[in-house]
């Protein structure tokens, strides 16, 4: 049921697509982030307008609430969140290392207190996959550690933990789960260290899983950093199996990661930044609360054609958000999805018809990141 076809490569970026028990996704995708089964301020039938074909969710939040087993009851996250479409779910072990508060890490898995209400509880590898397969997700992600990414002795430790945990990830989707109803995906770590990146990706890749994550990055790391480790990483994995950034999603990371040869990309970043009342455009973030905006009749951005901007003003959006009015997170939400899902549709375009350099040269020279912050990558606050 899970198969990965190259269409076109152009340089190191790559145009596939991964067919999937609940559809095909054609990458490079951008997968919208639904934490707690829901893309905040989103609803599945306007993600499906707008094109997305693949969601993540969340292993650690569902398993605290409402639980595993009740979704299990309700047929499975699929008929649980109403998204027909292709699922993933990761591990949960970002969330237990960065919200739980940690009692004890051991060889055998991670003992935690919840942020919501201190309860104790414990996630193994085994515990891990078990809460996936009852989620029911298309694909799942190996229960890892992630480390601070430029202290080696972190890092190694962690590394060591990580390959461990996946030999019994995949121990325990083969005893209890349907591999043909699930992927499980590998994670390769290693920090900013390339000898220990090239040493996760050997021991990750002998496994011949349906796919590989990339971890441990945007954790803290310089730009460049995360930059030069991903074009190793990549340069190291196999061509046809898809690679995953776990949770990378400014546009110019994008961009970068899929001249990287990266397929998958998810990240809380759009929905975010709306409600703080930000939006991007083609030339880079802006916010909707200067008072610049309070009498511009264009939209959000000419020439868009998300429904914020087909129907409403800066003008009106202003108003929203300085009113805190929940249309205003709705309509910023909308915009900024659509956003990043019609940049990696010309990226995908791009690769396919030979231009893709010329492509990512014209966006990068128009578009002004953020600097000096990390906000919205990978970071602990809930999506």
């Known amino acids: 049921m899970f198969e990965f076809a190259l269409e076109a490569q152009h340089g190191a970026a790559r145009a596939g697509v991964l067919q999937t028990p609940h559809g095909s996704v054609p990458t490079p995708v951008f997968a919208p982030v639904g934490t707690q089964a829901t893309v905040k301020a989103v609803q599945p039938r306007e993600l499906r307008e707008m094109g997305a074909t693949l969601i993540l969710a ?3 939040h569902l398993y605290l609430r409402p639980g595993d087993a009740l979704i299990a009851d309700f047929g499975g996250l699929h008929a649980f969140m109403g998204w027909d479409g292709p699922l993933l779910t990761d591990s ?7 919200l739980g508060e940690i009692r004890q890490i051991d060889s055998d898995g991670v003992t935690f207190r919840s942020h919501h209400d201190g309860s104790k509880h414990r996630f193994t590898p085994e515990k891990s996959i078990q809460i996936q397969h009852n989620l029911g997700a298309d694909i799942i992600m190996a229960f890892d550690e992630c480390p601070v990414p430029n202290e080696r002795g972190a890092v190694e430790a962690a590394l060591e933990r990580t390959h461990r945990w996946l030999h019994r990830c995949l121990d325990e989707h083969l005893r209890s789960g349907d591999p043909d109803r ?7 770590q290693g920090g900013i260290f390339a000898d220990l990146r090239e040493q996760s990706v050997r021991e990750v890749t002998s496994l011949d899983l349906p796919g590989y994550a990339i971890g441990g990055l945007a954790v803290g790391e310089t730009k460049a950093q995360m930059y030069t480790t991903l074009e190793l ?5 196999p061509v046809n199996r898809p690679r995953y950034l776990m949770g990378v999603g400014s546009p110019e990371d994008l961009v970068h990661g899929v001249a990287r040869g990266v397929d998958i990309f998810d990240c809380v970043l759009p929905t975010r930044i709306a409600r703080n009342g930000a939006a991007f455009t083609r030339t880079g973030r802006i916010n909707m609360r200067n008072l610049r905006y309070a009498t511009d009749h264009d939209p959000i951005e000419p020439g868009c054609t998300c429904y914020a901007c087909r129907t409403f003003s800066r003008g009106y959006v202003r108003h929203l958000v300085k009113a805190g009015e929940i249309l205003g997170h709705q309509l910023l939400s909308l915009h900024n999805l659509h956003f990043l899902l019609t940049l990696m549709r010309e ?5 396919v018809d030979g231009t893709f ?3 990512a040269a014209a966006f990068l020279a128009t578009y002004e990141p953020v600097t000096g912050t990390q906000e919205g990558v990978n970071v602990p606050p809930v999506g």
């Open 58 to 60: 969340n292993t650690y």
């Open 92 to 98: 949960g072990g970002f969330q237990v290392f960065s």
């Open 182 to 188: 699930q992927a499980l995906f590998g994670i390769v």
């Open 233 to 237: 990483t990549t340069s190291l994995l």
């Open 347 to 351: 990226l995908r375009a791009a690769i």
């Open 357 to 359: 350099d010329d492509y």
